[in-house]
């Protein structure tokens, strides 16, 4: 089998999450020499492979299995992959089936390495990631086999293959508040106390206000408000309470503590509650770590690109690498389709992606 052969196979498993749809036993039978390490909950499949070739660095490939429901729209089936002029389209082609096709073929034709290579598999990225990787990454701990290097094949590139690796992600803090009036008649206002007006002379001091002013890796930390409501849809009666929520995708330089703070400042002396969530925490892996120079070089070698160090989009399982001390960095197809009906990707950056991985591995000591 060449990588594209793997890629179609793995396309073919209807691995909605958390089912892996047994995906995870073919990569264990294919990669046969490797050993396997099995750690379930919940209904969640998680999978390390290991192969130690010698004595020095552990590096990881890791990503998911599981891919969202397929929707409507779709020209095909979606779990029967279809090629079309060099493009193949399935669920789960672009996110992330690609990426492993690539880092399982690699670690298939790898004859040696200076040290130690893996892959970590979870059943769980696409829905709450609470008993995927992170519970993986627990137990490596207790036995002391964390990798010391991490690549997660989630796609990254922009709009050329090698444009974009990713070397961190913001975190994501959720924000619940509400601030509480007097409920009253609409032609009696100075009996009635409105949140609405009071709300009104706050809201240029947090809509879309920058929390810190970012640095060469984050963007600055914006408070985005995504939704306020209030009163009863009528019009004589002023709302008793006002609730609003917001989200600030934030980088290092910002907190939940700072986020809190700033909110007291902008409501002093009104009547509110505030409750902040995270969902998840920023990271960044410095950008002379050795995985990112070797990934970078790799990439330049197979495609000619300088590519750009990145930090831009959602969340993925990269952040709990950064959580255990792992540097980590992502790097993948073409993002474009993902999550759409006919998603897809090219049969050429599945390739190129293959030999990217490979002379990264050949090169990396």
Known sequence: ?????????????????????????????????????YVNKEGVKNLMLSKKFADGPHLCFAGHVDVVPAGDGWDTNPFVPVIKEGKIYARGTQDMKSGLAAFVQTCKD?????????????SDEEGDAKYGTVVMLE???????????????????????????????????????????????????????????????????????????????????????????AGMEVTNVTPGALKMMFNVRNSTNTTQ???????????????????????????????????????????????????????????????????????????GVINDTIHAPNERTSIKEVEDLYTVFKDTVKHFN
């Open 257 to 331: 503590e700072e986020v809190k703070l700033h909110i007291a400042k902008c409501f002093d002396g009104l009547d509110y509650s505030l409750e902040l969530t995270q969902g998840s925490y920023p990271f960044v892996t410095t950008r002379d770590s050795k995985i990112v120079k070797k990934l970078s070089e790799s990439i330049k070698n197979v495609t000619g690109i300088e590519t750009k160090l990145s930090t831009a989009g959602g969340t993925s399982d990269a952040r709990f690498m950064g959580a255990f001390g792992i540097d980590v960095v992502e790097f």
């Open 1 to 37: 089998m060449n990588v594209v052969d793997v890629l179609l196979k793995l396309l073919s498993f209807e691995s909605l999450t958390p089912d892996d749809a047994g995906s995870l036993k073919f990569i264990e039978e294919y990669l046969d020499g490797y050993e396997a390490i």
């Open 110 to 122: 790898v004859e040696h390495f200076e040290g130690t290579l893996s892959i970590l598999l979870t």
């Open 139 to 229: 137990h490596l701990k207790a036995i002391d086999f964390l990798p010391d290097y991490c690549i997660v094949a989630e796609p990254t590139c922009e709009t050329t293959f090698g444009d974009a690796i990713k070397i961190g992600r913001r975190g994501s803090i959720n924000g619940y508040l509400t601030l509480n009036g007097k409920q009253g008649h609409a032609a009696y206002p100075e009996k009635a106390i409105n949140p609405v007006h009071q709300i009104a002379s706050v809201l240029d001091k947090i809509a879309g206000i920058d929390l810190d002013n970012g640095d060469d890796d984050f963007a600055p930390s914006k408070m985005v408000i995504t939704d306020i409501r």
